[in-house]
Every structure is written in structure tokens, then in C-alpha cells.
């Protein structure tokens, strides 16, 4: 037997998105969509039996702690996937099966749809909403099986599913680089970041101090949400507007209406 | 005595039962669409493994080859064989894929890169494959009859001690060979 051992750098991916720049056109939940395999919605779902990975929610400053009487109305869009909380992370805590864990290598917050038994106990842990049951077995139009993405296994009805940053792409980066002789994959690009039409969401290695995660970290206007719950998510926010970040500590008042689904 | 002797003629028959007359129902052979020598192959070719079975630049995995590979050579009969004779009308001349069952074709969510186990983990193809390489006939494909899938996957033995390469690729088999090489993988390294 070979020797061999591959040492791979310990990454901790994560994501900046910019709330100022959002403009809520959902180009992020289809090319989310498109590269995980999700199936068109079932005949009978609604806004919270629907599958998504990434949605985008509607900020208003009338919810906000951070509003006054008087002040003018304002609001914003923001994609919200999963934060990839890093501390204590809730669904893994909760999960029975120990179908969901940390990667040891990436960061990333992994969900095991084979070993999930449909609980849905993470759901309910986790602050973001961040997580979709399957309530039916997801079903293409004829025809549009070929549209499908080879590198992600369709998952069947009875499971949970969330956001895993496109561990397929960083797959693909992974066997490149080896490829190229390299022992890491480095950089990749999920697919929302991807689409993103005003660039608003950028994507790197916390652990490298020169990714653009890092340096979009140094602003004092970048923020968690609910940084209070003391998750430590790799995924934070950036904005200029004081009722936002304000919002963010605290928390919506009233559940934040969805405008785009998947 | 009497009761032990009853007790081990009912463990026998039951072990005879699941390990020998189970597999029979569970798997159905099937035949390939092709005799394959890969011992002629890599002597009288001269070729290595990855002469046919290559890695796309982009790190995947070709796996079987296509026909045109085979036609390079084969455009016209080499040799007298009878197979080689089907190849050339049946599907070098019409230009039809051979249809090849894939022994170890994993499940849709089991991913596997060739590129970072030969080129970064250093494993010759040997070692999971066993002599396959240097086999004179391929052996018939047995398809699980309720998943569909090769049972080469599981491998041919019950007894899962002493397994030899090529004979298993489970997820335990790969399990137990990270474990001992200490490589991480997590879970959607294979999974997806």
C-alpha cells in the first residue's frame, strides 16, 4: 500500500453578502436551483412546504428596533441560505441521525440526505430557516431530465435538505487541482455567487487573509445575523444602513415576507 | 446433545440458505455485449491502463472507452477471432457504442475521483482493481434485481475478512482504507 498521505490546507469557506447591493432580482435562487437539482415546485406547496437551498427576503425598516417615529420607510432585499454556523452549530446538535456535521476540511456545514430519517428537528434549531423538507418526491416535466446536474444526486421525499456552498463544485476544483498537481482545490465559485448581477455576494476562506471574505470582513459594517446566539456563522452581511445592522442584533419584529422561491 | 446437533443443522441450513441460494435469486447475470482480452491488449498494444481508460484534463474520469478508440486499431479485422469479427460489423462498421455494463458503477449518490486517488493519493490502479488489467475474459454482470445495481459493488463473498483488490467498494471499504491512511474525506467528499 502506498504511503502517500494528502495533506489538504483546512479551509473555512464562507460568504460576505452586500444587502446595499441586492437588488432581490433572484438570479441567485435559480442558478441555485438549476445546479443543485431542485425539482419545479409540487402541485400542493406553498411558500413553507416548497423546496428551497437560497431565498430571498424582503427588509422593512418599519420592522426594525433601529426606525424611529418619523423616520422615512425604507427596504431592502437579502438572500438568507445557510449561514454554515461554525459554533455549536444547531442542527447538528439536534440531529439524531448525525446526518449533518461539520467538514473538517471545507467548513462546511454538511447534510447527509441518506442518513436523514425526516425529523425535522434541524429545521426547527435552526435561527435562519435556512432548511427544506421534501414533502414529495421531486418530479421534472418530460424532458427536462436533461437538464439535470450529474455531479448532485436528486434527494427523495422524507429528507432535509440546505444549502452546502456547491460542494459538487468544489469537488471539480478538488479533482482539477489534482490534476494539476496541486494538493488543494483553493478557490471555487458557488453557484449563486456565480449569478450574482451586482456582485453582491463574495466568497473565500475565512482562514486566508487575503480572501475577499477577509477583506470584506475588516469594514465595521459587515455583521452577522444574530451574531447574539453566538453561532459564529461563516455566511455575514454587509450594509451602510444603520436599521438594518440593527435588525440583524435583534431580529425581525414580524416574519420577513419572501418574494423569491424556488 | 441431541438440541446441538438440531441447532447447527438449522445455523447451516439457514447460512446455506442466505449466502448461497439468495444470491442466485437476488442477482441476475447478465452477459457482456463483448468477449475482452486485457492481457492481449496490454501485451501485444503495448499499452498501460490509461492508454484507454484516461483522465480528462478536467480531473473526470473517461472510464470505458469509446469506440473510437477501439477502431484506431480495429477498423478492420486484425486477427481470425470470432469476436473480434463481431466488433468490427457489429459496431465499428455501423458505428454503434458498445454497449458495456459497468461492473463498478457506484450508486447516483456516490461520487468517486480517479484524478485524487492516482495523481494525489499515489494508488496504482492495482490496487483497487485488483488483476482485472490482466484478466483474459471479462466475467458476466450480475444486476441486483430491486436496485438495479452491479454486484460487484458489494463483491462476490458474504465474509467481509480478507477481502482482496477488486473484490469490494463499499462505502465500509473505503471507510477502512481512509482510516488507515488517515485521509479525511467527510461526508460529501463521496457523497452527493
Known sequence: ?262 | MRFTLFFAAGVAGALAAGWLLFPRALYQAETQPLQFNHKMHKDKAGTECSGCHELLPDGQFAGIPKLESCAMCHAEPQGSTQTEKQLVENYVKPQREIPWKVYLRQPANVRFSHAVHTRQGGLKCEQCHGGHGDSERIEPFYRNRISGESRNVWGPRMVRAGLRPGEAMKMGDCESCHAGHNVLAGCLGCHQ
Request: glycine share 6%; charged share 20%; net charge neutral.
Open chain 1, 1 to 262: 500500500m502506498s504511503t502517500t498521505r494528502v495533506t489538504r490546507k483546512p479551509r473555512r469557506y464562507g460568504m460576505v453578502i452586500d444587502i446595499d447591493r441586492c437588488t432581490g432580482c433572484g438570479a441567485c435562487v435559480i442558478a441555485c436551483a438549476a445546479e443543485n437539482n431542485l425539482a419545479p415546485a409540487h402541485s400542493k406547496a406553498t411558500e413553507r412546504t416548497g423546496v428551497t437551498l437560497v431565498r430571498v427576503v424582503t427588509l422593512s425598516s418599519a420592522e426594525s428596533p433601529g426606525t424611529g417615529f418619523g423616520q422615512p420607510r425604507m427596504a431592502a432585499y437579502m438572500p438568507l441560505m445557510c449561514m454554515q454556523c461554525e459554533h455549536e452549530t444547531p442542527c447538528v446538535s439536534v440531529c439524531p441521525q448525525q446526518a449533518v456535521e461539520v467538514d473538517k476540511l471545507s467548513g462546511i456545514v454538511e447534510q447527509m440526505p441518506q442518513r436523514c430519517l425526516g425529523c425535522r428537528y434541524c429545521m426547527t434549531a435552526c435561527p435562519y430557516h435556512a432548511r427544506s423538507f421534501n414533502w414529495a418526491d421531486p418530479q421534472w416535466p418530460a424532458g427536462m431530465e436533461a437538464t439535470l446536474n450529474p455531479a448532485v444526486a436528486p434527494r427523495m421525499r422524507g429528507v432535509v435538505e440546505k444549502c452546502d456552498f456547491c460542494q459538487s463544485r468544489l469537488n471539480a476544483a478538488q479533482d482539477e487541482a489534482a490534476m494539476n498537481g496541486q494538493s488543494d482545490p483553493g478557490a471555487y465559485t458557488p453557484a449563486c455567487v456565480e449569478a450574482c448581477a451586482t456582485n453582491a455576494i463574495v466568497f473565500g476562506d475565512w482562514n486566508d487573509p487575503e480572501s475577499p471574505v477577509s477583506q470584506a470582513a475588516a469594514s465595521v459594517e459587515t455583521f452577522a445575523w444574530l451574531e447574539k446566539l453566538g453561532t459564529q456563522p461563516k455566511v455575514r452581511f454587509h450594509s451602510r444602513q444603520p436599521w438594518i445592522r440593527a435588525m440583524a442584533a435583534r431580529g425581525g419584529a414580524a416574519p420577513a415576507k419572501e418574494v423569491a422561491h424556488g
